[in-house]
């Protein structure tokens, strides 16, 4: 099979989806699946410094990239769009990650007029939360062709049966797969070892952190979180911890959050990084107690599943759709994403190391069960054969 993948961007900048799609692709590859992303060259205000419009080998996937000409929420490219008319026929299936982007659309429209079969990951836009974002836009864009979009896909990709439940009560969609996403093979690999992240941040000295690693966008409730762990650690049972902050985002946010701090005086008790990558991640991930993600939404949270893949616990809202997962396993805490719970789950947390142990290896356990790229890449090639049209080669 030939299977395209189509995204707004790939840029570090807009976090999970941008790491997973490459994972995907990779392990598609390794079942024999044929990939190609289609994406834009966006990154934030700038662009990536890539090749545009034939296809070059990106993070080892196939990959041809098209200039984003304006919106960078919409990110219109017509390049794009006239591309994918011209060659989609060469595809099996065309999987559209995203909903509410210019790709997602020319997409569904390219794969009608040519009676290719494709299948959409919302990436969590279908939440009612998400939907109430910008709504005036996505209101007209529902109608503009969302709406068509959605109901006529061969399926939609859901990856928490918490994300296909909630938008399919919402919408009344159908049709929906649950296949979750997986983590890299290096961070399952116990034999791997990785150094230490404090011989890339000595600031940290021996330390215990707490790791947020995401985009850094207001709807992780950043603020929230910042302003419980600093006044939590301002009493001496806590005041050894440290939270690390890794990701990226606006410029203009990033600058917040860090006035934020210095406004408390708390230079020396959280560290931005920036977004990490490689080595570095892997330690960072590795070396933490505890890693946190107090979102106000979140269809998936990737570094949740990569820290449990470490052995280490998480600390997740109750708007996080691994929530169920993580309690039914006991291998985290999950607290509503109010500021008194919150203090209370993170004390509690910070407190018990033998807790976080247990929890630890109950949440390795977890992912060794479920959320692995192998068993990901199946899943999504049985959805593939199953939705593929017999009738139609490729090329016509």
Not at 96 to 110: D, E, I
Not at 198 to 205: V, W
Not at 291 to 308: I, R, W
Not at 339 to 368: K, Q, Y
Request: aromatic share 8%.
């Amino acid at each position: 099979m030939k299977i395209l993948h189509v995204i707004p961007a790939v840029a570090p900048r807009y976090g999970g989806p941008s790491v997973a799609i490459f994972e995907m692709c990779r392990a598609l590859q390794k079942m024999g699946v044929g990939t190609l992303i289609a994406t834009t060259d966006a990154d934030g205000r700038g662009r990536l410094p890539v090749d545009l419009e034939h296809p070059v080998s990106f993070k080892e996937v196939p990959t041809v990239f098209f200039s984003r000409q304006w919106s960078e929420s919409y990110k219109y490219s017509r390049p794009l769009a006239r591309w994918l008319q011209r060659k989609v026929t060469d595809f099996d299936v065309v999987h559209v990650h995203a909903v509410f982007s210019h790709s997602s659309l020319a997409s569904a429209r390219a794969c009608k007029r040519s009676g290719i079969p494709y299948v959409i990951r919302p990436l969590g836009s279908l939440d009612p939360w998400s939907l109430n974002q910008k709504r005036f836009g996505k209101r007209l864009l529902w109608n503009f062709g969302v709406k068509q979009m959605l109901f006529g896909s061969a399926a939609i990709h859901y990856t928490t049966a918490a994300e296909r439940r909630s938008a399919e009560l919402t919408l009344g969609l159908t049709d929906g797969a649950v296949i979750p996403l997986g983590v890299e093979q290096e961070l399952l690999d116990e034999g791997k070892a990785s150094e230490s992240f404090r011989s890339f941040y000595p600031a940290l000295r021996h330390n215990p952190y707490v790791l947020i690693l995401c985009r850094l966008h207001p709807k992780k409730s950043l603020e929230l979180f910042l302003e419980v762990f600093l006044n939590i650690t301002e009493t001496p049972e806590f005041q050894r911890w440290r939270l690390v902050v890794a990701g990226d985002g606006s410029d203009s946010y990033a600058a917040h959050l860090k006035n934020l701090v210095r406004e408390r005086g708390a230079d020396g008790r959280i560290l931005f990084t920036g977004w990490l990558d490689g080595a570095e991640k892997a330690a960072a991930l590795r070396d933490g107690a505890l890693l946190a993600l107090p979102s106000q939404q979140e269809n998936f949270g990737l570094s949740v599943v990569e820290a449990m893949a470490c052995g280490v616990p998480v600390l997740v809202t109750t708007n996080v759709n691994l929530a169920e997962e993580i309690q039914a396993a006991g291998a985290g805490w999950v607290a509503p994403l109010e500021r008194g719970a919150l203090a209370h789950t993170l004390e509690e947390a910070l407190r018990n190391e033998g807790d976080r142990l247990s929890r630890g290896i109950s949440g390795r356990n977890l992912v060794l069960s479920r959320f692995t790229w192998s068993a990901t890449a199946s899943g999504l090639t049985s959805l593939y054969h199953s939705v593929r049209r017999t009738d139609v080669s490729p090329n016509g």
